[in-house]
Antibody, heavy 118, light 106 residues
């Protein structure tokens, strides 16, 4: 059974860069894509982006200029960096496995709340 | 940018049928997924490719998609189905989620 766990700071200052890591266990990272989705408090889901098993990335046009997604398969981890954080970036950040054949997010982490505040 | 529109809430009594709509331009030309999210939990995929159920999802969950509207149906709604439901589709290479519909089981 695939399990995913986000880690990173719960508090980020405005203008700083958010760095989150997702650790994957129970399965190989080699055959899937890996994604980030966020959810502001009491609001809906927003796709941030994904990294493929070949290292190519794609991201939401609304965030593209601020997003970097990377993967380290030797550690079974992938990461998100989101720069120039503002209060509107306060959200629960989820990592998720993206099954590119079916184009579905089939496994999700439990999420981590990131608050942007000075 | 592509948008998916969902009504904010649906209420049904236990045992009744709950229907959730998701509207988008020519949505029927795309595959739609549905995710269930209970309070404090991560989303769970309940329908993919319009009408397919992942392993472990009860048969009372079904889906359809035609024209500009995709529909998730729960037949014989149970109290445990109370949750937020999000539709999701792909606009070329961008994943788009609807705003979500809160299901209340009265």
């Amino acid at each position: 059974q695939v399990q995913m766990q986000e880690s990173g700071p719960g508090l980020v200052k405005p203008s700083e860069t958010l760095a989150l890591t997702c650790t994957v266990s129970g399965g190989s990272m080699s055959f899937y894509h890996w994604s980030w989705v966020r959810q502001p408090p009491n609001k809906g889901l927003e796709w941030i982006g994904y990294i493929s098993n070949s290292g190519s990335t794609d991201s939401n046009p609304s965030l593209k200029s601020r997003v970097t997604i990377s993967v380290d398969t030797s550690k079974n981890q992938f990461s998100l960096r989101l720069n120039s954080m503002t209060a509107s970036d306060t959200a629960v950040y989820y990592c998720a496995r993206f099954n590119s054949a079916l184009r579905i997010f089939d496994y999700w982490g439990q999420g981590t709340l990131v608050t942007v505040s000075s | 940018s592509y948008e998916l529109t969902q009504p904010p809430s649906v209420s049904v009594s236990p045992g009744q049928t709950a229907r959730f709509t998701c509207s988008g331009d020519k949505l029927g030309d795309k595959y739609t997924c549905w995710y269930q999210q209970k309070p404090g939990q991560s989303p769970v995929l309940v329908i993919f490719q319009d009408n397919k159920r992942p392993s472990g999802i009860p048969e009372r969950f079904s889906g359809s998609n035609s024209g500009n509207t995709a529909t998730l149906t729960i037949t014989g709604t149970q109290a445990m189905d109370e949750a937020d439901y999000y539709c999701q589709a792909w606009d070329r290479t961008t994943a788009v989620f609807g705003g979500g519909t809160k299901l209340t089981v009265l």
